[in-house]
C-alpha cells in the first residue's frame, strides 16, 4: 500500500517532496513512499509553479506585454483536476493525507520542467546556443509538449500501478488524459500566462498620401550625367520593415555615398520603415522599377555606373520585401535582372545582403556587372538586430573596408576577412561573402574607380564597434 511519510518540518518536507518529484519523472512508485504530503507544501509548490510558468511566459514574450489572469486560471486547471483526483482516491483508499498527493507531485515535477525550460530560453536569448543546429531548437518545443503530457501521465501511472487498477482502467483514463492535454496544450498558446497584444499594423492617412509625392520628388532630382565625364549613380533598397537596421543601414551608405564619393543630386533609396513613411519612399518592386528606370534615363549609359545596394531578410532566389500591412510582391535573381535590362543600365555593380544572397549571383552576372554578395547561395548571413545601426557585411564593407581602400576589391577582401573574424569570434557558420566580376568589367573598373575613389579624398578615421549578435534569416 501507499507508504505516506508523515510531516517533519517544512524544509525536510521541502526536500522530500523534490525527490519524489524526480522519481515521479522517472515513473517509479518511489515517489509515493518518499512524498510528504502537507497543505503548506502543496501552496508553497503551487506558488513556485505558477511563478515558473509566469517567468517563462514572460521570456517567450520578450519581455514585454502584461499578465494575463486568463492564462494563469487556465494553467491552474490541472493541479485543480489532480486535486480532485486526489480526494477522490483518498475516500476510496480511506486515507485524508491522500488528497494532495496528486497535485503536490504534478506541481513539483511541473516547477522543474519549467526550470529547465528558462533556462534553455535564457541560453538562447543571449546567444550561448548557437553552436546548436537549427533542428535542436525546431524540436524543443515538441519535446517539452511531451514533457507535460508526461507529468501527468506519470501521475497516473503510478498510483494505477500502485492500487493495482485493471489493464483496461489504466489505458482508457491514460488516453483520455493524453487526448484532454494535448487540445489543451494546443489551446493554451492563444491564452499564455504573459501575452503581447497583438496590433494590426496599419499605414496612417497622411503615409498613404505621401508616398506619391515622396518617389516623385525623389525621382526628379536625379541628375543628367555629364558626357564629358563618368558619374556614379546610386540606389540603396531596404527591404523588411520590422528590423530597423535595414532602414538605418541604406541611409547610412546613401549618405556616405553622396558626402564622400560624389552621388549628391544622383542617388535614391527605397526604405521600409515605419518611422519613415512619411519621409521616404517606400521599397517595391514598383519603386525599384521605377527608380533604376529614372536612372537609366538620367545617366550616360556608356560611361556612367549604377552601384545598387540592397539589404534585407532572405531566402535562397528570394530577397524580401515586406512593409505591413501593405502586400508587397518579394524580388527573385530573373525580376531584378529583368528590371536592370529594362532600364538600359550598361555598367552595374550590385552588392546585396542578405541570407543566401549568392543564389542571385547566376542570374545577375554579365560581362558588365560586378555581383558582391554578404553570404553563399546556400548560407545565412548574420548582423540582423533592431539594436544595430549596419548588418555585419554592411559594416564590415561600407563602414571599414570603403573608408580605407582605393578599390572595390581590396574592400571587399578586407570586408570578408573582417566578416569572418567576427563569425568565428561568434562560432557561427561561416557565412562566405562572394564576389563574381564581369569580362568587360574588369577592364572598365579601374577607370571607374578613379571616379569613385578620388586621390584627393583623404580617408575618413573610424570607430571599430563589434557587431550585434543576430543572424539575418
Sequence with gaps: MIDLKPSINFWHDLKSNQTAGLWLFLGSRKSLQVVHPSIFQFLFWGVVAGGVNTLYSWMVAGQIGSLNPQGLISYALWPFIALIVGIFLSQRMNNQRLMLVPALLWLVLDSNILLIQCLLQYLGDNNILNFLPDSIYNFLPNFFMILFVWQSIAVIWVFSRELKWPWWERCLIMFATVCTLVVWQMSVKEQPIWK???????????????????????????????????????????????????????????????????????????????????????????????????????????????????????????????????????????????????????????VISSCYSGSFIPALQSDNTLVITASAADRSSFGCNSQADYTYFGRAFFDQAMREKTTLHDAFLDAQATVSKWENAQDFEPSEPQWSLGKNMELMLPQLEKHLFPSNNPAIPINHIEPVQMSQP
Design 196 to 350: 503581447v497584444e497583438d496590433v494590426a499594423p496599419s499605414i496612417s492617412e497622411d503615409v498613404l498620401y505621401a508616398q506619391g509625392n515622396l518617389l516623385k520628388k525623389s525621382l526628379d532630382q536625379i541628375q543628367l550625367g555629364d558626357f564629358a565625364q563618368t558619374h556614379w549613380y546610386f540606389l540603396g533598397v531596404a527591404g523588411d520593415s520590422y528590423d530597423s537596421v535595414f532602414s538605418s543601414e541604406v541611409q547610412r551608405i546613401k549618405a556616405q555615398f553622396d558626402t564622400r564619393f560624389g552621388t549628391l543630386g544622383r542617388s535614391v533609396q527605397l526604405v521600409n520603415d515605419p518611422d519613415t513613411g512619411t519621409t521616404l519612399p517606400i521599397a517595391s518592386q514598383t519603386s525599384i522599377q521605377l527608380a533604376l528606370n529614372r536612372i537609366g534615363q538620367q545617366m550616360n549609359r556608356d560611361t556612367d555606373v549604377l552601384f545598387l545596394y540592397m539589404t534585407s531578410h532572405g531566402l535562397a532566389n528570394q530577397f524580401e520585401l515586406e512593409n505591413a500591412p501593405i502586400d508587397l510582391k518579394q524580388v527573385d535573381p530573373r525580376w531584378l535582372r529583368g528590371a536592370l535590362d529594362q532600364a538600359g543600365i550598361k555598367w552595374r555593380v550590385i
